[in-house]
């Protein structure tokens, strides 16, 4: 095969350690380097002594980063593949094999890099992932929350629409302090929960032990740290992408996308995404909103969406159901599919459209607007005309049409 690459390294990567392998029209050399920065910096010092042009390594977990942000500030050219793209041969299961087998497959030009995106946005990317998996943490002692009420046959949740709303929390504070007086603890409702009054008191009278008093005092404090540290990261985040705030309106004009859900957008795929992605069908494609490739003998199998960036993929499946009862485009798509294949595929299907339109926005640098609810009606206006004659005469009535005037 033709040599692309004349100086090539291949790395076999772990935890503790990494086999580095370098092919020259000379030969080889492997030598294996541990992972402390010390180290890591001789293995850089070692590249540039055989002047190695390009690197390549595997995507294995988060080990990887050093060795590019070492890489990145030296200017070396690096890959991070995919590992089901190079999977090695049989009998070349050890870390020297596989560090030369690499190093021989970047040489001859065969290896496809994966998106790695500059240092700052890396840095984005972490902050936001840690940002959403607080407000999962945040939700799921909510969750807990009301596990412990059930448990003291405390009924809140039954009355309220939020029960971590202002008013519930102040009930929640007062019966983790000791109250039991269900008639005091309905006083805090405040406007509109006023009303609720009688209700509220029916749901407040349970069995509360002191260790459930405790939990939720626990939980309370717990819920307002988790709150405490999304504000920080909020603020961070949005001085970090304050110098994209075109890009962050055009995102914010897509119906069910809100700031937060722009900025996680932003952070997984870039700004400047015409440059990594040629169409809005290879970013669908690297996001897994697309089905997979299911055939045998020219026949068509089920076939699920592929593997993708699953925080992108999530955050817009989170939106898309956000959608499903608003009176514009996507919320027509969401109601008419899930009505022939449901609330799941309708889900996908409105993230896939929502992604198509944050590339063509970014990419055209438009405001987004909206094909309005009636949309796929008047496509198929004609068709929806004859089939509701065809079911009224159907019905034994005669019916006559006229277009109005």
């Known amino acids: 095969m033709e040599v692309v690459i004349e100086r090539a390294c291949g790395m076999d990567i772990h935890k503790d350690n990494i086999t580095a392998c370098i092919l020259t029209s000379m030969g080889k050399e492997i030598q294996t380097f541990s992972t402390k920065t010390v180290h890591l910096l001789q293995l850089i010092d070692w590249i540039k002594q055989h002047e190695c042009s390009h690197v390549a390594m595997e995507s294995t977990r988060v080990f990887w980063k050093p060795i590019v942000n070492l890489l990145e500030a030296e200017g070396i050219e690096f890959l991070v593949v995919n590992a089901q793209h190079m999977k ?8 020297v094999k596989d560090s030369e087998w690499i190093a021989k497959l970047l040489r001859h030009g065969l290896l496809k890099a994966s998106f790695i995106p500059n240092r700052n946005q890396r840095e984005l990317r972490e902050l936001v992932r840690y940002r959403r998996s607080i407000i999962e943490e945040r939700s799921r002692q909510h969750n807990r929350i009301q596990k412990v009420l059930e448990g003291a046959n405390i009924k809140l949740g039954s009355v309220v629409s939020d029960i971590m709303g202002v008013s519930s929390r102040d009930m929640l504070r007062a019966i983790a302090d000791g109250e039991d007086d269900p008639e005091k603890l309905a006083s805090f409702a405040r406007r509109t929960l006023k009303r609720k009054k009688d209700d509220l008191e029916r749901a407040l009278q349970g069995y509360v032990n002191p260790h459930q008093r405790l939990m939720i005092k626990t939980i309370l404090t717990h819920i307002d740290f988790l709150s405490e540290q999304v504000e920080v990261l909020d603020q961070e985040v949005a001085s970090r992408i304050e110098s994209f705030h075109e890009d962050v309106e055009r995102l914010d004009s897509i119906p069910g996308i809100a700031i937060r859900m722009v900025e996680q957008i932003l952070a997984e795929i870039g700004t400047d995404i015409k440059k990594q992605f040629p169409s809005a069908a290879h970013l669908c494609s690297w996001a897994g909103l697309v089905p ?18 699953k925080y992108l993929k999530s955050a817009l499946v989170e939106a898309a159901h956000s959608v499903a009862a608003s009176k514009n485009y996507l919320g027509a798509m969401y109601r008419r599919t899930a009505a022939r294949k449901g609330k799941k595929r309708a889900a996908i299907n409105v993230a896939h459209a929502m992604l198509r339109i ?42 006559s049409i006229a277009a109005n005037s």
Not at 88 to 95: F, Y
Not at 375 to 397: F, H, M, P, T
């Open 292 to 309: 997979g490739h299911n055939e045998s003998a020219g026949k068509k199998k089920s076939a699920k969406t592929t593997n993708g960036n």
């Open 358 to 399: 944050a590339y063509y926005l970014l990419t055209r640098k438009e405001i987004y607007v909206d094909l309005d609810e009636d949309y796929y009606d008047k496509q198929k206006q004609q068709s929806i005309v004859k089939y509701a004659v065809r079911r009224l005469e159907g019905l034994g009535y005669s019916v």
């Open 88 to 95: 090695a041969l049989p009998g070349r299961k050890t870390d």
